[in-house]
């Protein structure tokens, strides 16, 4: 695999600032060239409702504004934030869920590990006393893209009045 020069992150930015569309508003760096690591530059404005099972840790470094990742363990209901300010950098352990909210402008960089085999994401929604309402699974393929799927599932989900509670769905399955 060929080396690739440094480039100048803050450029990039400024040239791809169409990249970061909601719902999810990331863009993969490095994609054909790092084989253990997903580099994702993440812009704003984002406020999802969704909170994200990662089977690994994931690294955030704040470029531009703050951070504020929304935890909640699912165990006890309990809800805490971490704000990650610009120019600081914050290790969040595998499994802990969490739903990064960022104010329009703000672009971070979020680095985590390509999923082994049979390793599984997923997306949860929780109503407002902590309860599991849905859970979206996937098995990454294309995060850019996969995100995305789940969160529609999701919303076609919430808009049937004869809905489940809790209802576990895995990317593919019908509805």
């Known amino acids: 695999m060929p080396m690739l020069p440094p480039f100048n992150l803050s450029q990039w930015v400024q040239d791809n600032k169409d990249k970061f569309a909601p719902p999810v508003g990331n863009h993969q760096l490095y994609k054909e060239q790092w084989e253990n690591f997903v580099v994702m530059v993440v812009g704003g404005k984002n406020y999802r409702p969704d909170y994200h099972d990662d089977p690994g840790e994931e690294l955030f470094y704040q470029i531009t504004g703050d951070v ?102 895995r990317l593919g399955e019908e509805l």
Do not use: C, M
């Not at 849905?134 to 799927?149: A, W, Y």
């Open 68 to 169: 504020t990742l929304k935890l909640i363990d699912p165990a006890t209901r309990k809800r805490s934030e971490v704000v990650v300010k610009e120019g600081e950098i914050f290790l969040l352990p595998a499994h802990t869920r969490h739903s990064p909210q960022r104010a329009e402008g703000t672009v971070g960089l979020v680095i985590e590990r390509y999923r082994q085999p049979g390793e599984v994401d997923a997306l949860e929604w929780y109503d407002d006393d902590g309860n599991l309402e849905f859970r979206g699974e996937f098995n990454v393929v294309n995060i850019e893209t996969d995100l995305p799927k789940v969160i529609t599932a999701w919303k076609d989900w919430k808009e049937n009045p004869d809905r489940q509670i809790p209802r576990t769905w």
